[in-house]
């Protein structure tokens, strides 16, 4: 059985994240049906980060067993026919060895994270952007920023119901850099708590829009509460931009 | 009666354009409703170009006759709650002279042209880019370029339906730049010939790709003849980005 990687993007918007669930849209139930209808047989996947209802792929990665070998880029192009018109598009088949996992064999996950920083709300970008209206303080995030970069118990930025063995995570980099009337966030990391890239944003537009100061992270931080961390910003933001292995 | 100037970001994908039609829903139906609905009473709308079915806008301008003076700022955020669900955002309002016209006014107007430049389909950004599969050759979409600014008839490069006066138009820029996997074309002109924009970015596509070489640009455009042009490149890729005054 030779072993795929694939390499996804998709719009999550129509999506209750990439979980199969009984009776709600996903990704994973999507992927495995323009698998099933390719191999006409069902072939399970199994993904680098199941992303929530509403979070974006523009590099997520799959690996598959697959039940014969194909050129890599028939696959690709067969999944693809097959998926349309559900936004989700193989961007790369590749053959692996059987030991690599998607999961396992990950060796580093960055993520961004949008907002449209002005007063009117997106049109062309809706469900692809957080809007923040008022004029957000990149310096002071910059510097709530410092203090979660590193090996950190992560318990005040993860979801209550986050399932990971232990909250401390090594952060590698969490980046603000204003592009026109945006305000982008990157975040990379070896991995992440469920919800912690949101909570970690959602906490940094407060001390942008100057209701925390910068020290406060530090405080939430230390105090290895969820409580004392600050809002989950929203799905719609949150794109998994890339593995590396 | 004061008079209004509106800029306006839309998504034209569910549009059949900026002009009212019978039957069919266009920007200009959507905003002259949300118009009736805030003053209880018809105002008509005038734009600064009339965007065809599915091309989008970041800044379209439009200029209205009020039949009251309201604070510009609550007429933005007014009109902006009545156009919801719809993709159509009023970025600013502005109260203008009484001879400020929003397309006889206009010196300068920019458009911008995106090549989603990649063998797979595009997932997040369906309906916002024109997907090409091969490899675009810039410089040589470059060279074609030199021989489209400037003064000269268009005739080659507009619509067989456009009806300007006049196939002469002045080309002020037209530059072609990649950004990762896409291939950007930005356009700037006091005004364009119908369909201007998409016969030059198809034209130079076929450079691109190889198909022409660049010189044949400078024949294309010597032929006066619109079937010496080359292809018209799909409206989804295209935005009308801003106007001056």
Known sequence: M??????????????????????????????EGA???????????????????????????????????????????????????????????EEVPADFDARLSARRRHYRYRILNRPARPALDAMRVWNIHRPLDISAMEEAAQHLIGRHDFTSFRSSECQSASPVKTLDTLTITRAGEEVILTASAKSFLHHQVRIMVGTMALVGMG?????????????????????????????????EY
């Open 35 to 93: 698998l099933a209808a390719f191999y006409a047989q069902p072939v399970a996947t199994f993904c680098a980060g199941r992303t929530d209802a509403g979070v974006h792929a523009l590099g997520q990665v799959v690996h598959v067993d697959a039940p014969e070998a194909r050129e890599p880029y028939a696959i690709a192009k067969g999944l693809n026919a097959l998926l349309l018109p559900q936004p989700i598009a193989v961007l790369k088949a």
């Open 211 to 243: 209701k925390w100061p910068a020290t406060r992270v530090a405080e939430a931080l230390a105090a290895r509460d969820r409580k004392a961390g600050g809002l989950t910003a929203p799905a719609c933001g949150l794109y998994f931009v890339q593995v």
């Open 2 to 31: 030779p072993r795929y990687k694939l390499t996804l993007e998709y719009d999550g918007t129509p999506y209750a994240g990439w979980q199969t669930q009984a009776h709600l849209p996903t990704v994973q139930a999507a992927l």
